[in-house]
């Protein structure tokens, strides 16, 4: 499947943007029917990080999925490449 299904687009608030600096962690919001392990792949393929955890919730605006990097990733990095910052 091709990340870029999997990955709608970032989810960015005051708290996910506290998330990525003391967390080393993105959320975004996913395909519905994307499971842990999928999103997971899709994160390390589309962005070349490798990814520690995923947690997924569902809202009222659709699942989220909170990204935790591995410590020799920046989640900060990541952030500037896709234009949250």
Known sequence: ???????????VTEKTMEAIEKKN???FIVARKANKKQIKEAVEKAFNVKVKSVNTK???????AIVTLKPEYSAEEVGMRIGIF
Not at 58 to 64: A, E, Q, Y
């Open 58 to 64: 569902i809202t009222k605006r659709g699942k989220h």
């Open 1 to 11: 499947m091709d990340p870029y299904e999997i990955i709608l687009y970032p989810y």
């Open 25 to 27: 962690a993105l959320e």
